[in-house]
């Protein structure tokens, strides 16, 4: 792809559903890269940083991809349209990271120990807080969220959420 800019590309996101696109951020801007030659004009503007995290999610209502960047709030795509997202309790300009547990979106808040998670495959609305402040002994600021599975023998797969604090732990 061409036509990006001087800035360097800080993140690639894939849209996976009934076809593949790939999105380039730089700069203030996001630009569909998933043909080669120019991009054309960027699919978003105005933005604050290009440093998103994002994962796919899938509802009734279609394939999702869902990027944060810690400073212009939740964005989605759907596989036509970017949208910026409703949330309220918080402010979705805080979220600097995205995970999928147990059909809910969870994020990290920036300079705080609280996780936020959605209602059950909501993309936006009411976000619920997590204060993980009370059960990390150092103190500290949550950094990740980390969804997983295990497989035990004994009772099959199990899936985990875990959060790390900038304590360790």
């Not at 076809?19 to 978003?44: H, K, N």
């Not at 990027?67 to 596989?79: E, I, P, S």
């Not at 204060?131 to 023998?153: F, K």
Request: hydrophobic letters at 40%.
């Amino acid at each position: 792809a061409t036509g990006l800019g001087t800035d360097p590309v800080e993140s690639l996101m894939e849209w996976a559903g009934s076809s593949r696109e790939l999105f380039a951020a730089t700069g203030d801007s996001i630009y569909d890269v998933t043909t080669t030659g120019p991009v054309g004009a960027a699919v978003v503007t105005g933005l604050t940083n290009a440093q998103f995290q994002h994962i796919m999610f899938s509802n009734a209502a279609g394939n999702f991809l869902i990027a944060v960047n810690g400073a212009d709030g939740l964005y989605t795509y759907d596989g036509a349209t970017w949208t910026t997202q409703a949330v309220t309790g918080v402010a979705p300009e805080t979220f600097f990271q995205v995970a999928s547990w147990k059909r809910r979106l969870w994020f990290a808040e920036q300079n705080s120990s609280r996780a936020w998670y959605l209602g059950t495959d909501a993309i936006a609305g009411a976000a619920t807080a997590l204060n993980l402040g009370s059960v990390w002994r150092s103190g500290g600021t949550l950094v990740r969220i980390i969804a997983t599975s295990y497989d035990t023998t004994a009772s099959g797969a199990q899936d985990y959420i875990g959060f790390v604090s900038s304590k360790g732990e």
